[in-house]
């Protein structure tokens, strides 16, 4: 590194960190500097990076120590890299606030690839330090880390499923969630390629990610009493909001479910789009008399189709391939 390390800036950086492994109430003994280092390192915050520039990098252990000495101006001999594993690393993937091989969930203990990356709920709130949102951003990070911890101390796998922006997040097994794990790692790269994934739920009427700060930034301010699709993305490049029910054992989006959800997002300006994903066209054609009209269909296992309900508007002729 020929950069210049602005030691000023660097202490507040470190002393902001510490901070927020404060106010998420970390273990006392992850309040120290190397603890806050690890989570600059794992959200990619220089000394002269703002908070809200945060990013989930993924990275190893010796990448993490390199990055410490070359942007902070901290070195700590090579026999630390255990220590640093077994005491923060360890107790940040206990906490929820990283995932461990998001990449390959089964890597081999022994493996030097193994890696770490900051949970998509733990971007959010560290994206929102110092500004307004933060108590709100704390709130929802705290509810969702109970979710899974909860899940975790009652011995319910969970399912890795990768955002289509790379991002690591752990579902409950169970319920709609092997669905929702298809759509978000196969109907979205497909169909919304960039788009943000701003809420899914989970299993038990929790949810894993509620993106409150990109809602009011696009203009929505949702009513904390109506219930949530499964899904939503903002699909920015055409600036669509698509509101996603994954069906396994519950109705589709019918006419009444189809009203309230318009309710819902009534503030909005953006366009809505109104989907129900099935696993299969077998699974489908038990609701097929329920499925309200302009709403659209995805099923799983052809994930490279859409079915439209209202054949007036895109009436026309394919083209010949």
Known sequence: MTETINTIQASKRIQEALTILKEISAPKEQQNERSALCLLALADIRPETSWDQATTPKRRITEMMDWFRDFYGKQYAPNTRETV???IMHQFVQMG???ENPDQPDRPINSPKWC???QQQALSLIQSYGSDQWEESRRNYTISVKNLLQNRTRNIPTIPVSLPN???IYLSSGGQNNLIKDILENFCPRFTPGGLVLYVGDAGDKFIINETQKFREIGIDLDPHGKM???VVYYQQQDWLILIEAVTSHGPVNLKRHNELKKLFQASSKGLVFMTAFPSRKDMTRYLAEISWETEVWVADQPDHLIHFNGERFLGPYKTR
């Open 166 to 168: 790379g991002q690591a």
């Open 85 to 87: 594993k077994r005491q």
């Open 229 to 231: 699709p499964d899904v």
């Open 97 to 99: 606030l990283i995932v």
């Open 116 to 118: 770490y990356q900051l």
